[in-house]
């Protein structure tokens, strides 16, 4: 079976994200002073194929937490649909 992985990988709450702040500082510049704290991440969109939900989603996990996310800089989720 094949699944697709929606997957979102953001910097954990504790860590600085100069990209977010920078955007923040632009949006007042703007006139969209009520916008605050924003942060950027990264959304990824794969497909994996397994042989049932399960596998699925062990190996998107393991995918994650080897490659897709720095775990001591960044959080991730996930969401799977088979196709």
Known sequence: MKF???INVMPLKE???PQGKAVTG?????????IQEVRI??????VVD???EAIA???VEEACKK?????IM??????????
Request: a negative charge; proline letters at 0%.
């Open 50 to 52: 397994a042989e049932n």
């Open 67 to 71: 490659l897709l996310a720095n775990l």
């Open 57 to 59: 989603h062990e190996k």
């Open 74 to 83: 960044e959080s991730y989720e996930f969401t799977l649909k088979a196709l």
């Open 26 to 34: 632009s949006m007042k510049n703007m006139g969209l002073a009520e």
């Open 4 to 6: 697709s992985a929606e």
């Open 41 to 46: 991440g990264k959304h990824i969109s794969l």
């Open 15 to 17: 860590i600085l994200d």
